[in-house]
């Protein structure tokens, strides 16, 4: 994983540069968010293998799913993902119809294909929002709670970090119903447990101890 990771660092880069040079971020996290479901998926992992496809078709391939997904007016699956997806904030419904590709998009795709670089997209997508953050002071805080929370539990939780980290804070968001109650809250390698379940294994702890 390391050395894919490396591989894809300089198309990262690159992709994420213009990005932000030309105020387009979310425009370039939404492709590449669905871009590497498309990529993993095990019938498109056999296109990609096939010697009889070239280059530009599979780039073609990969775009035209993009489009198909996100043009329409109706709540495709992949659309839905991006409404759901951690770090994006969108009003309207995943049926809602989203720009296709842009030029520059294509373009970085087709170089992806010509160098056969297509299935690194899922590594280039961690790469780019690495740098995002990076760029951005962002922290993403990964919130798992027992039910899914609420506009208004999510703007608190989201204000208090921001609040306590001084930098912007995404949250990513996992519903757990073992949890019984309350939520965890993940930044980093820190870990916070309110739920119900660890106060439970807590109080265990500290019976036994």
Do not use: C
């Amino acid at each position: 994983m390391a050395e894919l990771s490396t591989l894809a660092r300089p198309y990262a880069k690159a992709a994420f540069d213009y990005a932000h040079e030309n105020s387009v971020i979310g425009e370039w996290v939404d492709f590449l968010l669905i871009a590497s479901n498309v990529v993993r998926d095990s019938a498109f992992v056999h296109m990609l293998d096939n010697p009889a496809i070239n280059a530009e078709q599979k780039a073609e391939m990969l775009v035209n799913i993009y489009d198909e997904q996100v043009t329409s007016n109706e709540p495709t699956a992949l659309k839905s993902l991006l409404f759901t997806a951690q770090g994006h904030k969108r009003e309207g419904q995943p049926s809602d119809s989203l720009p296709a590709a842009t030029t520059q998009i294509k373009n970085f795709v087709h170089q992806l294909a010509e160098q056969e670089r297509l299935s690194l997209i899922p590594q280039v997508y961690e790469q780019f929002l690495i740098l995002r953050a990076e760029a951005l002071k962002e922290v993403n805080a990964y919130v798992t709670s027992a039910y899914p929370l609420s506009e208004t539990q999510r703007v608190m939780i989201q204000q208090r970090l921001e609040q306590s980290l001084k930098a912007s804070v995404i949250i990513h968001e996992e519903v757990d119903p073992s949890l019984l109650a309350g939520a965890t809250i993940k930044i980093g390698d820190k870990l916070v447990d309110d739920s119900v379940r660890g106060k439970l294994k807590q109080l265990k702890t500290q019976l036994t101890a």
